[in-house]
């Protein structure tokens, strides 16, 4: 399903036009235009790439963008996006958690070793999709040995045809009435497994790394898992024994081989706030290496192996998204060699009244639907009105201009406490029907915006 060699993609993603890719992201994310060009070009020359004969497609390295903005204009909505769009394994980390090899905290290739998790987790839940009828089934026949009695043995003067087929019409009156539901309400006794021995996690040097020493495996005599009996009502003694045969259907060595494979050639990286590790050393401050940290960082994204309890992982080939503020310091602040490592740059565009008003209505999943949705379920029918739309997003510019720029997430903090009186009072409320204008707007927040000292508190 997702893009990875030497399969071809078997979704709608692997024919999309970089054209398409940015309209899909345009109905999630206002504005931006040439970062949307940017991830949409990467992600088709992905799919141009696996067209390739194998010798060359190891060849074209990734071309990893830096996205360059302030707080809140989109960056990792975007790349967020684009992974689910070409159904990837997709990470976010944050580059001021690592530290440099030799220092206490996470080591730089743990972002290798989390994305192969995810990955595991997407290639288990398409093999649980495959194999989950056939669990069913399974699942279906145990529970029905379970509530039918024994099959007697044939007496001397019977026909052991017609007995086979007495048993059978039994058995199958019972699966109707189990699929019925008409069973629901019986208690039978199964036998549970307890949960396997867990994995050890040994400390490496000052790391924690996961070396996966399961004494499971080492003395399989040992923890064979115990069962003990369990009285569930026929609902849950289904659904467990169907969770017991999905997991006998699928095969983990092959899904961890896969999601390997698919991590290699189709993984995505988003490393936030990449701009707190570009400081030249020399600055004085309790910041620990961080040049440290970006020579570590170096090699994952050049392309190096990373050793995980799936197997080896190469990382030639996933994509990496940098992004910060750069507020403080500036790209050409990155060591050199990390520069180099990402060949695409775009600048994200601040965010403005027209802008925010965008926002506020045009994604699919718009702040303002967000607030209709909740209420509803309230029962009030709370609408707004275009001028009071224009005025919440004229009191957030302000706010932003005034105190700190934070960009679209401003919009939540006005909107909550827009809606204050309304969320706390929603249930009692006798007037199922609200609409906000602008009138309703200015009342609520044009005080509170208009003292500086209270906006920076409250907004």
Known sequence: MAIYLPETTQTSA????????????????????????????????????????????????????????????????????????????????EASKFTEVGYVGRDVESMVRDLVELGVSMVRDERLEEVRAKAGQNAEDRLLDILLPPARPVAPDEEPGAVRDAQQQTRERFREQLRAGRLDARVVEIEAREKAFPSFEIIAGSSVEEVDINLKDMLPGLF???????????????????????????????????????????????????????????????????????????????????????????????????????????????????????????????LGKDEFVRILTEPRSALIKQYMALMDTEGIDLTFTDDAIRRIADYAQTVNERTENIGARRLHTVLEKLLDEISFEGSDLENKVVTIDEAYVTRMLADIVKNEDLSRYIL
Do not use: C, W
């Open 224 to 350: 064979q898992g115990k069962t003990k009996k369990r009285k569930l009502k026929v609902p849950e003694a289904l659904e467990y024994l169907t969770q017991e045969e999905e997991q006998k259907l699928i095969d983990m060595d092959s899904v961890a081989r896969a999601a390997v494979e698919r991590v290699e050639q189709a993984g995505i990286i988003f490393i936030d706030e990449i701009d707190k590790i570009a400081g030249r050393e020399g600055s004085h401050g309790p910041d620990v290496s961080r040049e440290g940290v970006q020579r570590d960082i170096l090699p994952i994204i050049e392309g190096t192996t990373v050793n995980t309890k799936y197997g080896m992982v190469r990382t030639d080939h996933i994509l990496f998204i940098a992004a910060g503020a750069f507020h403080v310091s500036k790209p050409s602040d990155l060591i050199p060699e990390l520069q180099g490592r990402f060949p695409i740059r775009v600048e994200l565009e601040p």
């Open 14 to 93: 692997g024919t999309l036009t970089p054209r398409q890719i940015v309209a899909e992201l345009d109905k999630y994310v206002v504005g931006q235009s040439a970062a949307k060009r940017a991830v949409a070009i990467a992600l088709r020359n992905r799919m141009r790439r696996q067209k390739l004969p194998p010798e060359l497609a190891e060849e074209i390295a990734p071309k990893n963008i830096l996205m360059i903005g302030p707080t809140g204009v989109g960056k990792t909505e975007i790349a967020r996006r684009l992974a689910r769009l070409a159904q990837s394994p997709f990470l976010k980390v």
